[in-house]
């Protein structure tokens, strides 16, 4: 329909538009460090992109893509971040073993390994939007449709996005 899709290529685009090394703003890429380790990070060992600065960089990135419309980004709060007046703001969810279940049959990790990294990702995203927003990630407000990817296939969660979109925004 027209969309650009926005994801880890965002981390690219703040690498190129800072100058800075994509390997370390990866780290920092929906990571949420404690600000003692941040400042160690950024002043003992001279490191040019702190979390602070990172954040920064992504909303200005953010705030680029949104203007100039026809994209979706896919996390790193910008549901928070682009102005709800010029944003659908989509939250895709599945239940922990679903999640679990979909990264064993694709990938050759164990379900023990598929689970921990589940649950790292949810406690890094939930950090991040908490630390960089102070909101909860599961609070329905801050999105117009939430939906369980377990229930629907990729076509028909793309279909009621669309719907969404022209209903919202013709």
Do not use: C
């Amino acid at each position: 329909a027209g969309f650009e899709v926005w994801d880890r290529d965002i981390v690219q685009e703040i690498a190129r538009v800072s100058g800075g090394d994509e390997r370390i703003l990866s780290s920092l890429d929906e990571h949420h460090r404690r600000a003692i380790d941040d400042a160690v990070r950024g002043f003992l060992k001279s490191v040019d992109h702190t979390n602070v600065q990172y954040f920064r960089a992504l909303v200005r990135v953010v705030r680029t893509i949104a203007e100039h419309g026809s994209a979706v980004v896919v996390g790193r709060g910008a549901n928070y971040i682009v102005p709800v007046t010029r944003a659908l703001r989509v939250r895709l969810t599945a239940p922990e073993a679903w999640r679990i279940d979909q990264i064993v049959s694709r990938t050759d990790m164990t379900v023990r390994e598929a689970t921990a990294r589940v649950r790292q990702w949810d406690r890094e995203r939930t950090d991040f939007v908490q630390h960089h927003f102070r909101r909860h990630i599961e609070d329905a407000s801050a999105y117009d449709l939430v939906m369980n990817a377990a229930a629907f296939d990729l076509n028909a969660m793309a279909d009621l996005v669309l719907g969404a979109y022209a209903a919202r925004f013709s």
